[in-house]
């Protein structure tokens, strides 16, 4: 049973179009995450939602938008893709802000 | 400049070593996230630190609160531990409070 599951686990696209990525957690956190993790390996939070809340946004452009319609989804949609939006997002959710995060297995973007 | 620091950077080391990878953070923090991502991409949550040492299977985290200072320990290393280790804190203070702040990743090398 996955505990984090993400898709696209691949998304190809051109410039300019709009994409969201969806995050489902069957655990029963309350408190969810998207992470960006570029070329050089380097992870970074952008997003962490507690209760469908927004707690973390961090200075992401706002063609990202995450949306929580309930705890255990967090999908993150994103308009007018740029080159520089290609990376591996990830999902990540835990149990509290402090608890032990676990991670889905990661979108791959490639924007052309 | 990041502030958690990881070291080294590249580690390789023949099957059967031990190996000590170093995390150091700059100010106080709530909790430490040990993390590993395989060469697939998917990342594993290792250990979540405040405190003390904490083991699994071959792995050890310990923790020095005083020192600033986290190390993950793997006995008897084998290939299949190769792999990137990336140390996570949650700053209490500063203009990081409350977010996940990521080292830039040890990357593992064990040789048959």
């Known amino acids: 049973d996955t505990a984090v599951s993400q898709t696209p686990k691949y998304l190809v696209t051109q410039m300019g179009n709009d994409k969201s990525i969806k995050c489902e957690q069957n655990?029963?956190?309350?408190?969810m995450y998207w992470y960006k993790q570029d070329s050089k390996k380097f992870l970074k939070i952008m997003f962490s939602?507690?209760?469908?809340?927004?707690?973390i946004n961090e200075t992401v452009p706002n063609r990202f938008s995450p949306k929580s319609p309930d705890k255990a989804h967090l999908n993150l949609h994103i308009n007018s893709l740029e080159l520089g939006d290609s990376a591996v997002y990830f999902c990540a959710s835990s149990s509290g802000s402090g608890g032990t995060q676990y991670f889905g297995p990661g979108t791959r973007l490639l924007v052309l | 400049k990041n502030e958690v620091e990881q070291s080294p950077q590249n580690l390789t080391a023949q099957e059967g070593e031990f190996i000590t990878i170093n995390c150091s953070y700059s100010v106080g923090i709530s909790a430490l996230h040990w993390l590993q991502q395989h060469p697939g991409g998917g990342i594993v949550s290792l250990f979540m630190l405040s405190s003390g040492k904490k083991k699994h299977g071959r792995l050890i985290a310990t923790i020095n609160i005083q020192e600033k200072h986290s190390s993950l320990h793997i006995t008897a290393s084998h290939p299949r531990d190769s792999a990137v280790y990336i140390c996570?804190?949650?700053?209490?203070?500063?203009?990081?409070?409350?977010?996940?702040?990521f080292g830039d990743g040890t990357t593992l090398t064990v040789k048959p």
């Open positions: 939602y507690n209760n469908k809340e927004l707690i």
């Open positions: 996570a804190v949650k700053f209490m203070l500063g203009a990081n409070a409350g977010k996940s702040t």
């Open positions: 655990l029963g956190h309350d408190t």
